[in-house]
């Protein structure tokens, strides 16, 4: 069966002979480089304990210096799975989304006259090229000059100037006996509607030759030298040679100087590329007038594994990365991600390079932000989160995002990177919490020291520590608690955690640190604990009676139980804080004219507080709430009433 021209071309560049050979070997880690796509392993092809094979990914080739085995990513699956050719590539074209073309009789004329077509096209850039040089391209020249462009860029990228004549192209070709039709078939004339002599595409511009990865001219791009001029750049129409979705302008060469550790560099534009290239970023490339596709996406991968996204520094640039970013989120792999370095409001890389020089260039790319950073700003910048209902949509909207995430591994990176940054955005920032993650930070909050002229357990009591806000602190505990043990109901409690006021500093630290590391489990959440707050804290806190008597702690990982136990304290604290609030309210109305409003509002805050104490669910607990907000065994609270009733009715009369 013959395959079409381009077809295997195609199917190599998809096809990352890594991950092909990764199947089949164990990397030395040691040895092997994976961000240069230079790996080595042990040959599969022969019984060996040494890692003599060697893969490059970015030429696709591989070869054992054992047994001297070589060949790409099709010899390897057709050796390494014992079939054919053409099964090979029925396997590869699977794995890459490409459909295997029906049976092509005219494969070969087909692939004639591309090598007759990409002829055409090489003597089309000599012709641009000379005319350069003549007194007609002496405008085009003093404006390359004006650019900065040297001779030696100039020769480099083929550089040429198409006059402003209507047949000059067309004539010199016709003139070399090249068929019309070539010419037509190359994009390089149009028909004439008149039924006159067909007339050349680029007039009055400067031409920038496009190459494949293999170094051929398959189109071209030509800027116009009239200002007046419609459009400014112009690019050749789609050929049997030119698809500009699956093209990079100066891929090959930037491919190689990626190879060497330089970064690969995605511009907006040809001055852009060649500026780069000439102040010495050799691993430039440009999409050509159009947004990144998804093939040029794999095209910067195979290359590197985190390209620089340098885009302008206007609305239109921002707008390019919010376009790749969603493009990118489904194709995202391990190691495979983009960079964002975004140029100053209105200026592009070549401006920089001009004005500043390379040196600032260099330190916009040293300081490109990762892809996650670029999400976040586009969903939360210039927006207002200061209600629940913003917040809940910033989350459904960040949800969405990882959504599209394919892989599980990334997608839950991303979810704890954007949970980070929620938590920076979202942390309450009272003088009582410590500001978590800064380096050397203690939380403020400790367990006092207890006074050594009274009994241990007389000064641990709640009845002996009791104060006015005594009972919030140890609902407070109660609540952070239950989150710690049963982490999988935060999401039902988010805004109630963030909006949780603690009255001990340290209940302040644990509230922040369960906000910023749940819902990721028990483990995780109680060992971020310990790393920040110390072990020891936290088991303090949990031993003590008043919270390892509540259900959540006694029955961790009981969703139910602790949605129900964290709903009432909540409860509690609003109601104890409401009434607390109108005793103070009271009191100062008081100072003036009494009446009986005051006596009303106090009644009524009194009766809400009451009825939060007495829950609902009080008569299924198996614990009542003493005075002080202690937990008491109902059953020993029943004995021990029964046996103040037999003293009661036992003792004597006077």
Known sequence: MSLPPGFLEELRTRTSLIQVVGRKVMWDNRKSNQGKGDMWAPCPFHQEKSASFHVDDRKGFYYCFGC????????????????????????????????????????????????????????????????????????????LDRRGLDEATQERFGIGFAPQAWQGLWDHLTGKNVAPDLILGCGLARPSQKGGTPYDVFRGRIMFPIHDARGRVIAFGGRAMDPSDNAKYLNSPETELFDKSRTLYNYAPAREAAGKGQPLIVAEGYMD??????????????????????????????????????????????????????????????????RFALMPEGQ???????????????????????????????ETEGRDFDSPERRAALDKSLREAIGRITDPSIRGHYGQALKDLRWQLFKQRSPASGKAGAKGWQPRGRWAKPDQSARPGTISSPLARSDAGQHDRMREAVILAAFIATPAILPDFETALERLECRDPLHADLRDLIAQHGPDGAGPLRDAIAAALGADTLEKMLSLPHVALTPPVRHPGDAA??????????????????????????????????????????????????????????????????????????????????????????????
């Open 561 to 654: 139980l602790a949605q129900m136990t964290v709903a009432e304290e909540l409860a509690k604290i609003a109601a104890t804080r409401g009434l607390m609030a109108e005793i103070d309210d009271a009191a100062e109305d008081m100072l003036g004219v009494a009446d009986e409003a005051v006596t009303w509002r106090l009644a009524r805050a009194a009766e809400a507080r009451n009825r939060a104490v007495r829950s609902e669910h009080e008569d299924r607990a198996e614990y009542d709430l003493a005075d002080n907000g202690a937990r008491i065994d109902r059953g020993e609270r029943e004995q021990f009433d029964a046996l103040l009733d037999k003293i009661s009715f036992s003792k004597p009369r006077r």
């Open 273 to 338: 590329v060649i500026a780069l290239s000439q102040a010495g970023f050799q691993g430039a490339v440009a999409p050509l007038g159009t947004a990144v596709t998804e093939t040029q996406l794999q095209l910067m991968w195979r290359a590197v594994d985190e390209p620089v996204m340098a885009l302008d520094g206007d609305r239109a640039g921002l707008a390019a990365a919010q376009r790749v970013i969603d493009l990118a989120l489904p194709l995202l792999e391990a190691g495979k991600s983009l």
């Open 68 to 143: 001297h085995a070589k060949g790409d990513a099709i010899s390897f699956v057709r050796d390494s799975e014992n079939v054919d050719f053409m099964e090979a590539v029925r396997i590869l074209a699977a794995e890459a989304g490409m459909q295997l073309p029906e049976r092509d009789p005219q494969a070969q004329a087909k692939a004639d006259r591309r090598t007759q077509l990409a002829e055409v096209m090489e003597q089309a850039q000599q012709h641009f090229r000379l005319m350069l040089k003549t007194a007609v391209g002496a405008d085009a020249r003093a404006y």
């Open 348 to 378: 592009d890389p070549d401006d920089i390079l001009r004005a500043q020089g390379a040196v600032a260039v260099k330190a916009l790319l040293d300081e490109a932000k990762p892809m996650v950073q670029l999400l976040w700003q586009r």
